[in-house]
């Protein structure tokens, strides 16, 4: 049956995956919310905005009287909560907006969102719920494999680990990550959570490490690796969460926590020779990319690794990755270099790759 659901943050890098997902892939009728901050792109949605089951809303999810009335004219089945500012370097500079769009903007939605539900019909009442997208960030950091003895299995991140995080917009992720959490226990709002692992591919906004690296390195400009680029993170492919995201929306259990991991542990230090050594094949040059890589001050406060155990949704929902690391990479790569319209909009725009997060 047909759902109506609601995605904030649609514009966004895994809102737009989800939203393309659902235009493309569903029968879902999508109801895209997003303030077009810096990283919002609506040329991310081209091929669907046509659609006659796509509609979108500019509006800041701060301001409940806006998102008031986008509940009420579009009715929304389900919400699916993606709007945040997430990028750890900007945090470190300017914490406040993190603090206003993840936490402040949180409960605002959370409240009118109990509102709404507060006066649907039963059934519809029944059936509504309320998907908070969050980090594996929210945990803080795992042991490193140099800081355990050889042989030791390595832990992972489950639904169960405590939070503990290290920056500001872990922090506040994992402060809208309770908020959701207490308005189901105290008010009965259906809601659940789900905490990714790093996303890379397409649409992709270059201040992140990925798409920073192929665009530097196709401009020959340096590749930036924190301190010795050994800090580890599981890759997942934003197309393979934003599956994973919308099966958890409409089959996923109420209260319930879902880790979504990639199963791609890689040291950030890899994943850059893997984009310089694809480079070389597809787009060679006279000297091999690999030559730019350059080590620079670490971010402070860096947790050096993540690494999410995705058995509970795979046993319960069924979801696997489809992409290796290295298919993702590898389409990735391309991507970029197939999209230059969409990513020099970027570079002409709001970011020109320029170093974030050093805390001074």
Known sequence: MSKTILVTGGAGFIGSAVVRHLVNDTAHRVVNVDK????????????????????????????????????????????????????????????????????????????????????????????????HISTDEVYGDLPHPDEVEAGSELPLFTETTPYAPSSPYSASKASSDQLVRSWLRTYGLPTLVTNCSNNYGPYHFPEKLIPLVILNALAGKPLPVYGKGNQIRDWLYVEDHARALV??????????????????????????????????????????????????????????????????????????????????????????????????????????????????
């Open 36 to 131: 077009l901050t810096y990283a919002g792109n609506l040329e991310s949605l081209v091929d669907v905005a046509d659609n006659d089951r796509y509609s979108f809303e500019k509006v800041d999810i701060c301001d409940a009287i806006e998102v008031k009335r986008v509940f009420e004219q579009h009715q929304p089945d389900i919400i699916m909560h993606l709007a945040a500012e997430s990028h750890v370097d900007r945090s470190i500079d300017g914490p406040g907006e993190f603090i206003q769009t993840n936490v402040v903007g949180t409960y605002t939605l959370l409240e009118q969102a109990r509102a709404y539900w507060s006066n649907l019909e039963d059934m519809k009442k029944q059936s509504f719920k309320f998907h």
């Open 247 to 360: 099966l958890v929306a409409l089959e996923g259990k109420v209260g319930e926590t879902y880790n979504i991991g990639g199963h791609n542990e890689k040291q950030n230090i890899e994943v850059v020779q893997t984009i310089c050594t694809i480079l070389d094949e597809v787009k060679p040059k006279s000297a091999p990319y690999a030559d730019q890589i350059t080590f620079v001050q670490d971010r402070p406060g860096h947790d050096m690794r993540y690494a999410i155990d995705a058995s509970k949704i795979q046993k319960e929902l069924g979801w696997t990755p489809q992409e290796t690391f290295e298919s993702g990479i590898r389409k990735t790569v391309e991507w970029y270099l197939n999209n230059q319209s969409w990513w020099q909009a970027v570079l002409d725009g709001s970011y020109q790759g320029e170093r974030l997060g050093t805390g001074h």
